[in-house]
């Protein structure tokens, strides 16, 4: 399947690289490169911005915040790159990384080179050609959470990200700070996200024992072997991940999860092709992640809501960005919607308690 390997496209309008202050910048970091050097845009991302940045016969993908970011504690470029050090070392499903710039004065904020690890990553739509039969949909479900109960299994401590994060009382400043994001980044009226914050304020669950913790767990943050699109071969976008509940981890990988039964506007909106036939269901993905990890989930419902609220905020503030005039990428402009309908579908969940 190496024609589905994810490819990249010209740099957007309005975020172009200074292309010779790179690659003076990197000739003392990198030894023994030269060559041509050239740039592209990985396009289909709405966090930071990554980039296909070769030089020679030499690939690497470069991160960096994105044009106009109001939250700057959420694309702290620094904390991403002490992940992908401490992680790549028990976890090879990390990118290497190679170079970290703070010198702003390179491309205008911080940066990392990261290597690039070339597989297939599955966005809303099946590629065109490409098998994705019940049978690969099933057995892709199940690579999908047993790799999320891995992350929750790994050995932080040993990986020196011990003093990362603060576990205790993490629940609470993670609604409560999402919910402040909202109020920085809100452009409309949505009564129903208010009632939402509101719930989730007065009905928190207590934590099970703090794990590595992702934060953005979704099937186009993983890449996927071109041989075998049942096996991950990388996880990518780590700008969120802590010490933390790890039932705030599987509500959100549940709440970008759209299965087949979900509303059409629901699964026009989806992140991944995660309602195709064979797929699991949120059930289904809860109830192996239990068997998996020993954990209960009786409250799973609330991190679900909870999940669908920060998304939802999430896209709040890449709208703001847009609607602020810090972005042209037209993508932006009816993500309006897509808050709405996340919250919506989070209040319903409220009345149901079923995910």
Request: aromatic share 10%; charged share 25%.
């Amino acid at each position: 399947m190496s024609e589905f390997i994810d490819q990249s496209s010209p740099v957007r309008k309005g975020e172009e690289l200074d292309l010779e202050k790179i690659r003076n910048y990197l000739k003392d970091k990198i030894p023994g490169i030269s060559g041509e050097i050239s740039i592209s845009q990985f396009p289909s991302g709405y966090s930071n911005l990554t980039y296909l940045l070769k030089i020679g016969d030499q690939e690497f993908v470069l991160r960096r915040p994105p044009f106009g970011s109001k939250v700057k504690s959420a694309h702290d470029m620094s904390r991403e790159w002490r992940i992908f050090q401490a992680l790549h070392t028990i976890y090879p499903k990390v990118p290497k990384p190679v170079v970290f710039c703070e010198d702003e004065s390179i491309i205008g904020a911080k940066f990392y080179l990261m290597s690039r690890i070339k597989g297939v990553i599955l966005r809303r739509t099946i590629p065109q050609g490409m098998n994705f039969s019940p049978e690969i949909a099933s057995a892709l479900s199940e690579s999908f959470i047993r790799n999320l109960a891995e992350i929750h299994s790994l050995d932080y401590v040993k990986a020196g990200l011990g003093n990362f994060g603060k576990p205790e009382g993490f629940l609470f400043r993670q609604v409560n700070g999402w919910a402040d994001r909202y109020v920085g980044s809100q452009t409309d009226d949505i009564p129903e996200i208010n009632r939402v914050i509101d719930w989730l304020k007065k009905n928190m669950p207590q934590s099970p024992a703090p794990t590595m913790v992702h934060g953005d767990y979704k099937y186009d943050n993983l890449i996927l072997d071109p041989d075998d699109i049942t096996k991950i071969i990388g996880v990518l976008d780590w700008e969120m991940a802590t010490i933390g509940d790890p039932l705030v981890d599987l509500g959100i990988a549940l709440g970008y999860w759209v299965q087949n039964d979900d509303p059409e506007e629901l699964k026009g909106a989806a992140f991944g092709p995660t309602y195709q036939p064979g797929s699991y269901t949120r059930k289904q993905l809860a109830e192996k992640y239990a068997e998996l990890t020993g954990l209960d989930i009786k409250n799973l419902h609330y991190y679900v809501i909870f999940a669908l609220f920060k998304i939802a905020v999430v896209v709040q503030q890449i709208y703001y960005r847009y609607v602020k005039g810090h972005t042209a990428d037209e993508r932006f402009k009816p993500l309006i919607l897509m808050v709405a309908l996340l919250s919506r579908t989070a209040e319903k969940m409220i009345e149901t308690e079923k995910i």
